[in-house]
C-alpha cells in the first residue's frame, strides 16, 4: 500500500519570503504520479502542481515548483514570493499510473502568510 | 471554466437518518470519485466510478455506502443510516480520463447529530 507523510503541520512564512513544504511517500511501484492541493478556507481542493514520476525534470507552475528526488522518494513543493492567498491547508497526494486510481493523502501542512 | 458542483453545501441530519449528496461532474468527464475529509484530518478515498459500476471502493465505504449515477449528469453518494462518526466533509471528484487530473467539488459538510 502506499503511503504519504507530511512531517510539517503547522508552517508560516513572510509575505514575498519563499518557503518549502515536504512531502515524503513510500511505494514499490515505478510509475506513479504525484500532486500537491491547495484547501484556502472555502474548503474547495484545488490542484496546484502535478509531477508525473517517469519526467526527471522538476514540474513549475508560476510561483510553484517542486523538487522531486525519486530514489529518496521525496517531493517537496517551493512557493516563492509568497502571498496572503496562499494561505491555506496544502496536501501532498499520490496516485498510480494504472486506471482510475484513487488519491492517497498526506495530512496536510498548514500554511500562514503574514503580512 | 467548467467545474464540479455538490449540493447541498451543509446538511445537518439526525442518526439513523439517509442521506443523499448530490455531484455534478464536468460534462465530458468518464471517472467519478467521492472522498471524505473528517475534521482536521486528512482526505481520504471512499469510491471511484466508472461505466456506471464501481471500480474502486475503500475498507470506509461500507454496505451502508452506495453511489449511483441516475440521470447520466449527476452522481450522487447516498448513506443509508447515518452514524455519529460519519460527519465529514463529502468531496466528489471527477476526471477526463484515467491517471489525469481530477478536479474537485467544493465539499458538503454532512453533521449527523
Known amino acids: 500500500a502506499q503511503t504519504v507523510t507530511q512531517s510539517q503541520p503547522e508552517m508560516s512564512v513572510q509575505e514575498a519570503e519563499t518557503v518549502t513544504l515536504s512531502c515524503t511517500y513510500d511505494t514499490s511501484e515505478n510509475n506513479y504520479y504525484l500532486f500537491w492541493y491547495k484547501q484556502p478556507p472555502s474548503r474547495q481542493m484545488i490542484l496546484v502542481i502535478r509531477?508525473?514520476?517517469?519526467?526527471?525534470q522538476n514540474a513549475t507552475e508560476n510561483r510553484f515548483s517542486v523538487n522531486f528526488q525519486k530514489a529518496a522518494k521525496s517531493f517537496s513543493l517551493k512557493i516563492s514570493d509568497s502571498q496572503l492567498g496562499d494561505t491555506a491547508m496544502y496536501f501532498c497526494?499520490?496516485?498510480?499510473?494504472?486506471?482510475?486510481?484513487?488519491?492517497?493523502f498526506g495530512k496536510g501542512t498548514r500554511l500562514s502568510v503574514i503580512a | 471554466e467548467p467545474e464540479v458542483t455538490q449540493t447541498p453545501s451543509h446538511q445537518v441530519t439526525q442518526m439513523g437518518q439517509e442521506v443523499i449528496l448530490r455531484c455534478v461532474p464536468i460534462?465530458?468527464?468518464?471517472?467519478f470519485y467521492w472522498y471524505r475529509q473528517i475534521l482536521g484530518q486528512k482526505v481520504e478515498f471512499l469510491v471511484s466510478f466508472y461505466n456506471n459500476e464501481i471500480s474502486e471502493k475503500s475498507e470506509i465505504f461500507d454496505d451502508q455506502f452506495s453511489v449511483e449515477r441516475p440521470d447520466g449528469s449527476n452522481f450522487t453518494l447516498k448513506i443509508r443510516s447515518t452514524k455519529l462518526e460519519d460527519s465529514a466533509m463529502y468531496f466528489c471528484a471527477s476526471s477526463e480520463a484515467e491517471s489525469t487530473e481530477a478536479f474537485f467539488g467544493q465539499g458538503t459538510r454532512l453533521t449527523v447529530v
Open positions: 509531477q508525473e514520476a517517469y519526467k526527471q
Open positions: 497526494a499520490f496516485s498510480l499510473n494504472s486506471g482510475n486510481t484513487p488519491l492517497v
Open positions: 460534462s465530458n468527464h468518464l471517472y
